[in-house]
């Protein structure tokens, strides 16, 4: 297969770009690296283009090889003919490959396979060919009668010969394939309640209807965990007179008594072979379908909550919330150091809170607390209502923002929890770690497995390993579009930049503990098992602030230091400029010249040239930056204080099929459901919104007793 050529009708692109990006992944180039220095490969395309170009490459590559061994397989049982070798050929998915391979396919006990031990093979061929028009089936039947081998009567050795039949039509790959397009366009998925008394959150699923073609992929998923539950029956119905047509028009070839014996034989098969089977099918490529979606929908959310703009500069005090065991404090400087700890009782006694006030304010006071992070677990609405207490009755200028504590519990119980922070009990860890979450997001849930944050519906139900790899591709295109300052970085967050194991990762601080602070990017070189292709991979994701050479603060690879510094001097600048700030009016002077003629001059293309201007320009920027800040407050809410039309501020916190969950300051995220995004008709809540959104949003109805608040981005809608 022409790999290049495939891929490239499939993505609508340059077949010699998507060559190019299939040469340097068999390279052994990691995606960051390729999407951000190998722009003019690939005509520029971004990392989750290139990570979804590798992933189908795999898929193609995988299909290859089943082709071959399906056709090794036939081969050895010297039944291939230039027919299936050619049906092979053609065959664009798993399932063609299988479908034909399913007549040669060693069975199991079959009632077919009992039938040919009985020597009914030969009777089942001559009916099913039906060409003697006189024959009466019964009558040849009578003939195979053999009581050695079990055949009693004619009647015996028939139905013996229609169940051979039923097999034969069932192992038709064209039959299959086409049921299956059948079934998907005119087929419905329906779900019934298991017992109609039983309460659940399924109810609306208890009497559904949905055509297969059109069903969203989150009913899907809702469905099948209801039936695994034990609340739902599920099936996929189709009208069965279209497929049995269909059937009859190829199996059958006349009119005789041959072919209703075929017929009915072709009704066995439908019922009790092909139908049940392609059944799964259906649902099993919905489910991979949902779950795929589902998928793209987590990466996304997890692309946005890691991407969170960085509370920079300022000491955080960190809140877990608890009810019986109390709500553990952790205070952090800017750089996340740990200051103090310890434990307050803000949900106990009278007295107890007063003295967790004082205690709370003590420590504001002491550290000169910028900003407090509450965790959003159990009790997290009183700490928070308590924290905006404290706050009114002190003068320094404090606010709070409530943060996910999604896997805050996963990360204090790890290894790399109690290499961090070795003196401190676990439940302080978590509170150290939600501090952190302010300060900086993406440094700190890197230390966590993406699949504990938390950023969607049904995770546990998706296929762990697709989720997985999908999820650690999210970690590493944002990890590696920031950057990581090498003197600084966590083991954790360094593991995640391109070319970098974890073991690669663990010597780095190791060498960063003996040694010092690295001086220059080359000296990541002198670190045991760092060769030159990881180095490669790496140096241009790393930064060292400490450098004499001002490039190595910026995102320039070392391989174009050259090229910069020819641009510099062709533009008449100074090196030392990137060291104050930035090369001011750099862009202008390169536009004078002319894009194209400056990087003709310099020996470099003109997207690497872009990428250059833009790190002088602004050394070590960081994408974050020029996202909304957060919302941080100074009061606390109260669901009873919503009124329907009121407007509020508020951060998309998560986005789902049918709406997005918004966080406005009461302990309960509110519902913004699909139709209430935009005036215009979108498909779905991602084309507008994404987590970390700041947006505008007015309240349109509050359920207390069912603790659900309906908000709409459409002021007309508000119910003023």
Same mark, same amino acid.
């Given at each position: 297969m022409d790999y290049a050529q495939k891929l490239a009708q499939q993505f609508n692109l340059n077949p010699v770009h998507i060559q190019n990006v299939i040469d340097l992944l068999d390279e052994g180039n990691t995606i960051p690296f390729i999407a951000r220095y190998r722009k003019e490969a690939h005509g520029s395309l971004d990392d989750q283009v290139i990570r979804e170009i590798s992933d189908r490459l795999e898929y193609l590559r995988s299909l290859d090889k089943r082709r071959d061994e399906v056709k090794a397989l036939i081969t050895a049982q010297e039944k291939m003919t230039d027919e299936i070798n050619e049906q092979l050929d053609k065959a664009e998915t798993l399932a063609e490959i299988d479908d034909i391979y399913r007549p040669f396919r060693p069975k199991k006990k079959t009632r077919a396979s009992v039938a040919k031990e009985k020597g009914l093979e030969p009777l089942a061929a001559y009916i099913l060919e039906q060409n003697d028009t006189e024959c009466d089936p019964i009558v040849l039947a009578e003939s195979y009668i053999n009581e050695e081998k079990g055949v009693k009567t004619a009647e015996e050795a028939l139905q013996g010969a229609m169940d051979i039949i039923a097999e034969t039509v069932s192992d038709n790959a064209e039959?299959?394939?086409?049921?299956? $397009?059948?079934?998907?366009? =005119?087929?419905?998925?329906?779900?019934?309640? /298991?017992?109609?008394?039983?309460?659940?959150?399924? #109810?609306?699923?208890?009497?559904?209807?949905?055509?297969?073609?059109?069903i969203a992929g989150h009913r899907i998923l809702a469905i099948n965990r209801g039936e695994k539950e034990d609340f739902l029956k599920v099936s996929v119905e189709v009208d069965p007179t279209r497929p049995m047509n269909m059937i009859y028009s190829v199996m059958l070839k006349g009119d005789s008594k041959c072919s209703e014996i075929v017929k009915l034989a072709c009704d066995d098969a439908y019922d009790r072979l092909i139908y049940p089977s392609v059944e799964r099918e259906i649902r099993t490529e919905l489910t991979t379908n949902a779950s795929e979606s589902a998928i793209k929908l987590f990466s996304m959310n997890l692309r946005q909550l890691l991407m969170q703009p960085p509370v920079k500069g300022k000491v955080a005090l960190g809140l877990d919330p608890g009810y019986r065991t109390g709500c553990k404090?952790?205070?952090?400087?800017? #750089?996340?150091?740990?200051?103090? !700890? !310890?434990?307050?009782?803000? !949900?106990?006694?009278?007295?107890?809170?007063? &003295?967790?006030?004082?205690?709370?304010?003590? +420590?504001?006071?002491?550290?000169?607390?910028?900003?407090?992070?509450?965790?959003?677990?159990?009790?997290?609405?009183?700490?928070?209502?308590?924290?905006?207490?404290?706050?009114?009755?002190?003068?320094?200028?404090?606010?709070?923002?409530v943060v996910s504590e999604a896997g805050a519990s996963v990360y204090? /119980?790890?290894?790399?929890?109690?290499?961090?922070?070795?003196?401190?009990?676990? #439940?302080?860890?978590?509170?150290?770690?939600?501090?952190?979450?302010? %300060?900086?997001? +993406?440094?700190?849930?890197?230390?966590?497995?993406?699949?504990?944050?938390?950023?969607? %519906?049904? %995770?546990?139900?998706?296929? %762990?390993?697709?989720?997985g790899e999908a999820l650690d591709g999210v970690v590493e295109d944002c990890v590696n579009s920031v950057g990581a300052?090498? =003197? !600084?970085?966590? &083991? /954790?967050?360094?593991?995640?930049? /391109?070319?970098?194991?974890?073991?690669?990762?663990?010597?780095?601080?190791?060498?960063?503990?003996? $040694?010092?602070?690295?001086?220059?990017?080359?000296?990541?070189?002198?670190?045991?098992?760092?060769?030159?292709?990881?180095?490669? &991979?790496?140096?241009?994701f790393l930064r060292v602030a400490e450098s004499k050479n001002p490039l190595d603060s910026t995102g320039v690879h070392p391989e174009s230091y050259t090229a910069a510094k020819a641009l510099i001097e062709l533009c008449g600048c100074s090196l030392s400029d990137i060291k104050n700030g930035g090369i001011a009016g750099l862009r202008e002077k390169v536009n004078e010249i002319g894009l194209e003629n400056a990087a003709e001059q310099i020996g470099i293309g003109v997207p690497t040239l872009?990428?250059?201007?833009?790190?002088?320009?602004?050394?070590?920027?960081?994408?974050?930056?020029?996202?909304?800040?957060?919302?941080?407050?100074?009061?606390?809410?109260?669901?009873?204080?919503?009124?329907?039309g009121m407007e509020l501020k508020g951060t998309v916190r998560n986005v789902i099929d049918f709406g997005a969950f918004v966080d406005i300051g009461v302990h309960q995220d509110g519902l913004l459901h699909i139709s209430q995004i935009s005036d215009r008709y979108i498909k779905h809540p991602s084309e507008v919104l994404k987590v970390g959104d700041v947006i505008r949003v007015w309240v349109m109805s509050v359920d207390t007793n069912k603790k659900r608040i309906a908000l709409t981005m459409r002021e007309g809608n508000s119910g003023k």
């Open positions: 039959i299959r394939k086409r049921l299956r $397009n059948i079934v998907w366009f =005119n087929g419905n998925v329906v779900s019934e309640a /298991a017992d109609k008394d039983a309460e659940s959150v399924y #109810t609306i699923y208890y009497d559904f209807k949905e055509p297969v073609s059109k404090v952790a205070v952090v400087d800017a #750089t996340g150091r740990i200051l103090d !700890t !310890t434990v307050i009782y803000p !949900t106990h006694s009278e007295a107890r809170v007063k &003295q967790s006030k004082e205690i709370l304010k003590g +420590l504001i006071k002491k550290h000169h607390v910028d900003i407090i992070s509450i965790g959003n677990g159990t009790a997290s609405k009183e700490t928070e209502m308590f924290t905006a207490e404290v706050i009114s009755e002190i003068d320094e200028p404090v606010s709070y923002m204090s /119980a790890s290894k790399l929890a109690a290499a961090e922070l070795p003196d401190l009990d676990l #439940t302080l860890r978590s509170a150290a770690s939600i501090a952190r979450r302010l %300060q900086d997001p +993406l440094a700190e849930l890197v230390k966590i497995e993406p699949k504990a944050i938390g950023v969607g %519906q049904y %995770q546990h139900d998706m296929p %762990q390993k697709r989720l300052d090498l =003197n !600084t970085a966590s &083991q /954790a967050l360094l593991s995640r930049v /391109a070319g970098i194991t974890a073991n690669t990762a663990k010597n780095i601080v190791a060498y960063r503990e003996e $040694n010092g602070a690295f001086k220059t990017r080359a000296e990541l070189k002198k670190v045991p098992k760092l060769g030159p292709k990881a180095f490669e &991979q790496c140096a241009g872009n990428d250059i201007v833009s790190e002088l320009v602004k050394p070590g920027r960081d994408p974050r930056d020029e996202l909304p800040a957060p919302i941080l407050r100074t009061d606390v809410l109260d669901m009873n204080d919503l009124k329907p």
